[in-house]
């Protein structure tokens, strides 16, 4: 037999092979390990935030069930956690866009030392209100034209603004408190620190839920937050897109000092008093709230629902670790490490780091 005939019954024999291979069938996964995959791909530092805070709830209510099955222990969460909520947001959109705002605290306690000053005065709430705004949205001007046009590492600009600030407030209040206990029961009180429903549930707390999904809503899907994300991935890239990149990164320092202002407002309304140290406890759980969220600190990816899921979890670890008897002290430890693991589990989990 010659070797052309061999070939071609080597040929003849391939086709029905192949032919039978392929009514086997491939094996293809569940619909449903699919789509939880293409979740976890899409949505997978928001669900590690969400599994963080359940595992650790559950682990507060295992070790002291008679203190966090009690609502009030809830309720009195509730009024701090929308000041975390406020600033922690647009510390998202300024990371996710490659840059960092250390300044909020003390824009904070200087927006609030406003508002109180004012209405210790006798000034309507509302032009107090909008006077404190003003500043802050002059602040984070103040922080854009220094770091996006000055060219200063932000870092280094906003962690110094926030010494100036808060080293401002010391010399003019000279520690001393303002009392605001005048707009207690106030119609402008009522409608931002108030409460409503037979169980007193915090006014504010429902100003948060709108502000995140509002957060949310921009940051997925309006173009602003769709730029901020290009800006931080890949700056050149957003620049040959038609990105205006100084525009968006100016952006992101006004809404921080915007939404400062505001929280300094809502801290004042909440202590019915302003304190020379208000703001000053937000730094760390702020930062560890965006970072435990799901926020990478490289920039190019952030998550806004993931960053409200980090206030809840920074919010109740004060709470938690004084109802399972472990001293307060150990709070700070907490965070620290919250931040660091935080940021490992970014690295292993995009396999990105700063290097």
């Given at each position: 037999m010659s070797s052309s005939t061999t070939e071609q019954g080597a040929k003849g024999l391939e086709a029905p092979l192949a032919a039978n291979m392929g009514d086997i069938p491939s094996s293809p996964q569940p619909k449903v390990v699919r789509e939880y995959l293409a979740y976890l791909r899409r949505y997978g530092q928001v669900a590690g935030a969400l599994t963080f805070y359940v595992v650790m709830m559950a682990i507060f209510i295992a070790l002291?069930?008679?203190?966090?099955?009690?609502?009030?222990?809830?309720?009195?969460?509730?009024?701090?956690?929308?000041?975390?909520?406020?600033?922690?947001?647009?510390?998202?959109?300024?990371?996710?866009?490659?840059?960092?705002?250390?300044?909020?605290?003390?824009?904070?306690?200087?927006?609030?030392?406003?508002?109180?000053?004012?209405?210790?005065?006798?000034?309507?709430?509302?032009?107090?209100?909008?006077?404190?705004?003003?500043?802050?949205?002059?602040?984070?001007?103040?922080?854009?034209?220094?770091?996006?046009?000055?060219g200063l590492p932000a870092l280094v600009v906003t962690l110094g603004m926030m010494f100036f600030w808060e080293g401002l407030i010391s010399v003019l209040t000279g520690g001393n408190g303002i009392a605001t206990t005048n707009l207690e029961g106030h119609a402008f009180y009522n409608v931002i620190a108030g409460t409503v429903f037979h169980f007193e549930f915090p006014v504010q707390m429902l100003w948060a839920i709108g502000f995140g999904v509002f957060a949310v809503i921009i940051f997925g899907r309006h173009r602003f937050g769709i730029h901020v994300s290009c800006v931080g991935d890949n700056i050149q890239a957003a620049r040959e897109m038609g990105i205006n990149v100084r525009a968006v990164k100016t952006g992101t320092f006004v809404f921080m000092g915007l939404m400062s202002a505001l929280t300094g407002v809502l801290s004042v309304l909440i202590d019915n008093n302003f304190y020379s140290t208000t703001g000053q406890a937000l730094l760390l759980p702020v930062i560890a709230a965006v970072f435990v969220g799901g926020t990478p600190p490289w920039g190019g990816a952030g998550t806004v629902a993931g960053a409200?899921?980090?206030?809840?979890?920074?919010?109740?670890?004060?709470?938690?670790?004084?109802?399972?008897?472990?001293?307060?002290?150990?709070?700070?430890?907490?965070?620290?490490?919250?931040?660091?693991?935080?940021?490992?589990?970014?690295?292993?989990?995009?396999?990105?780091?700063?290097?």
């Open positions: 002291a069930p008679t203190v966090f099955t009690n609502y009030d222990v809830y309720a009195a969460s509730w009024i701090s956690l929308p000041t975390f909520i406020l600033v922690a947001v647009p510390e998202v959109f300024i990371i996710t866009a490659g840059e960092i705002d250390l300044s909020f605290p003390g824009l904070v306690g200087m927006s609030g030392y406003l508002f109180a000053l004012l209405d210790q005065a006798g000034v309507p709430a509302i032009i107090s209100l909008l006077t404190a705004v003003a500043f802050g949205i002059g602040a984070g001007l103040l922080n854009a034209g220094l770091v996006v046009f000055v409200i899921l980090g206030a809840c979890t920074v919010t109740f670890i004060d709470t938690g670790l004084v109802g399972i008897g472990v001293n307060a002290y150990w709070t700070q430890v907490f965070y620290g490490v919250v931040i660091v693991v935080s940021v490992l589990s970014h690295r292993f989990i995009t396999g990105r780091s700063q290097v």
